[in-house]
């Protein structure tokens, strides 16, 4: 391949020997027709290889831009190359809303939705739930359409890219709200002690950022419908913006200091037009059960010496249960700790596997697009309804089409 394709961190080099770039639905049933091994690129936004492939790459983001909002106002259908900042602008411009978004809006919407990736909230689902309908190319070069209620649905929101290509998914919106962001400085540790859960539920989003140099959590931000003081659970109000990475420009952050305005500006914690997050970084996230969230916490606490010289940022979230087979969230309202490391896999690595080790008892899964040493056996066995996904993408790509060495290891 004469063109070299990275991921977005930079850590991945892909090994295709060819990316496509089609401009149809029809021209990807061709390309699937082919035969593989054939897997979708997305935005690139994964730190391992689960979208790699030794054959053909394929990028959506020439597939023409589909917005069709439903004449009751209460679904919107897209084509599986939109990002989510091009939609929530169109969105925004009908009047309409998504329930949350995820911290950036540069990542696609079916890369996220295949990954349930998700924003924070103790009502609010991960991104994958506002998913009504699935239309994706098959194994065969089929086009396969699937709705809410139809018996392989659950199964096939959250498919890691073993099902198929994405063409177009049909999402659940809201009326256009607007909402304020606030943010406070040195949140004790005594105040998660003893009011964690509601510090989590004191906002529309919630997420406290600590870099474990200490026990305190070093920012919290609230995304919220109404006015605050400058004091929350001993935190102070900033006294400017700030980016959630320390060190990087506040300037690339959503606007905040309780100033009203667009869902879209204000959910996600980074603005469209800069580089989001710190770029040169790793990343890693588990998800605990809701109730065991203080005792992650101290888990990763216990060894903060050994996590802090790796990381950029920590960041605590919380994520409504859900019925979709491979969400982290399945059947259980959760926690997650999400790590933004340093761009070194060899020092990262091990510290991650001590995480892993820590969080052991409290039987936590990982977003998988991200770096993780789990067994393949720990992970199938932290979902339930595993063996019924494997039956799923048996039934959808009987040939493997679409597998890659990432997920035979995980598939088995």
Known sequence: MSEQ???????????????RRPGSVSEVQEIVAGGG????????????????TDGTLISLADLPRVTEISADHKSVRVDGGIRYGELAAYLYAHGLAL??????PHISVAGAIATATHGSGMTHGNLATVVSSIEFVDGSGKLVTLSRGDADFNGAVVHLGALGVITALTLDVVP????????????????????????????????????WTSRDISHAWLKRTEPMGDEWYGGRLADGPRHPVPGMPAMNSTEQGGVPGPWHTRLPHFRME??????????????????????????????????????????????????????????????ALHFTWIADADAVTPVVAEIEQRLAPLAPRPHVGKVFTMTPETIREGWERF?????????YDPAGTFRNDWLNTILG
């Open 5 to 19: 394709v990275r991921n977005w961190a930079g850590n991945i080099v892909f090994n295709a020997r060819m990316l």
């Open 37 to 52: 091994p054939i897997h979708v690129l997305g935005s690139g936004h994964s730190f391992n290889r689960m979208a790699d």
């Open 99 to 104: 329930h949350n978004t995820a911290s950036l």
């Open 176 to 211: 256009t709200f607007d909402i304020r962001q606030y943010v406070f400085d040195n949140v004790p540790r005594a105040s998660l002690d003893d009011h964690l859960y509601d510090m989590l539920g004191d906002g529309y989003s919630v997420s406290l950022f600590t870099n």
């Open 274 to 335: 800069f580089t989001p997050s710190s770029g040169e970084e790793l990343q890693s996230e588990y998800h605990v059960g809701r109730e065991d969230g203080l005792a992650a916490i101290d888990a990763v606490a216990s060894i903060r010496e050994r996590v802090a010289p790796v990381l950029q940022v920590c960041e605590v979230r919380t994520i409504k249960a859900d019925d979709l087979w491979l969400s982290p969230n399945y059947h259980r309202d959760s926690l």
């Open 387 to 395: 063996g019924d996904f494997q039956e799923l993408v048996r039934k």
